[in-house]
């Protein structure tokens, strides 16, 4: 089994800032897809910023030059620098990784939830 949690959310002022970390744990032996998902009050949840093996990061337009993701291969965690934070990024952030073995699969973390207040 594989178990995603993800920390860091918070109550932050418009202009702030805000660092999002997220831990894969269990049996892995590689993870070949990390993404960083925001579902705001009433909105479907939309993709912010993923990594894959295939190449570098990639940004939804709306945080483009203001959110960063990264990871640390070796012990499985990704984090999303997030900066000038707007109202408009308010939701809660999950973390969805995607497993190829031993036992494939893509698991998701219950959750973050970031409030930006204008």
């Known amino acids: 089994q594989v178990h995603v949690m993800e920390s860091g959310g918070d109550l932050v002022q418009a202009g702030g800032s805000l660092l999002l970390s997220c831990t894969a744990s269990?049996?892995?032996?590689?993870?070949?897809?990390w993404g960083w998902f925001r579902q705001a009050p009433g909105s479907q949840r939309e993709l912010v910023a993923k990594?894959?093996?295939?190449?570098?990061?990639n940004y939804v337009d709306s945080v483009k030059g203001r959110f960063t993701i990264s990871r640390d291969t070796a012990k499985n965690l990704m984090y999303l620098q997030m900066d000038n934070l707007k109202p408009e990024d308010t939701g809660v952030y999950s973390c969805?990784?995607?497993?190829?073995?031993?036992?494939?699969?893509?698991?998701w973390g219950p959750g973050t939830q970031v409030t930006v207040s204008s």
């Open positions: 269990g049996r892995i032996y590689t993870i070949n897809y």
């Open positions: 990594l894959d093996s295939r190449g570098g990061p």
């Open positions: 969805n990784v995607d497993v190829p073995s031993p036992n494939p699969g893509s698991f």
